[in-house]
Nanobody, 114 residues
Framework: DVQLVESGGGSVELGGPLTLSCTPL????????VAWFRQAPGQKREGVAA????????YYSDSVKGRFTISRDNAKNTVDLRMISLKPEDTAVYLC???????WGQGTQVTVSS
């Protein structure tokens, strides 16, 4: 079975940085697109970043562009989401998604306090 395991979540103050990591079990990231979504209470799930296999092309939502960076480490078989200048509105459960929308992790909580 394929599992995606997110790590690195936690509590951070306004403006602080945080890096999330997604590690797959039974799956190789390098041949697939990987994305990060987030889910805040009472809000729609939002896709915030994605990295594709062709040339390492990336996508960012307008809400995080310039503050979040998605990257993959094929040697470690991980995909990271580096977040800086965090805002309270970034508070959410962040989920790793791979192979389109086929595989989802359980999520890791990010809480930004003002």
């Amino acid at each position: 079975d394929v599992q995606l395991v997110e790590s690195g979540g936690g509590s951070v103050e306004l403006g602080g940085p945080l890096t999330l990591s997604c590690t797959p079990l039974g799956f190789i990231f390098s041949s697939h697109s990987v994305a990060w979504f987030r889910q805040a209470p009472g809000q729609k799930r939002e896709g915030v970043a994605a990295i594709y296999t062709r040339g390492g092309t990336t996508y960012y939502s307008d809400s995080v562009k310039g503050r979040f960076t998605i990257s993959r480490d094929n040697a470690k078989n991980t995909v990271d989401l580096r977040m800086i200048s965090l805002k309270p509105e970034d508070t959410a459960v962040y989920l790793c998604v791979a192979d389109g929308f086929r595989y989802w992790g359980q999520g890791t909580q990010v809480t930004v306090s003002s």
